[in-house]
């Protein structure tokens, strides 16, 4: 599980900084929006944030039984802005 978990980190970070070198500031911000108008932009949005919202109840979960309540909640605030990257970073530091 940690290699998948540096897998998600490594590509987040490679993707993002790829992203960030073609549409910088507001270009992302109305690509991002934009996907909504998409056939499938609807599914995609309903996907990710359903996900966001299966990983942060098992992060609250593993959080409350492992004393590491307060790391989850940040890691689940990060979230939305930072998508898989808050789940990926709590998985490798809840042993920590």
């Known amino acids: 599980m940690d290699v998948v978990a540096l ?45 966001q919202a299966v990983l942060a109840l098992w992060m609250l979960s593993d959080g409350a039984t492992h004393g590491a309540l307060l790391r989850a909640v940040v890691c689940i605030a990060a979230m939305p802005v930072l998508g898989a990257l808050p789940a990926a970073a709590y998985w490798l530091l809840r042993s920590v």
């Open 7 to 51: 897998l998600v980190v490594a590509a987040w970070l490679a993707v993002t900084v790829w992203a960030w070198t073609r549409a910088p500031l507001r270009a992302a911000a109305e690509q991002f929006l934009a996907i909504w108008r998409l056939a499938w932009g609807k599914q995609v949005y309903v996907d990710f944030f359903g996900l």
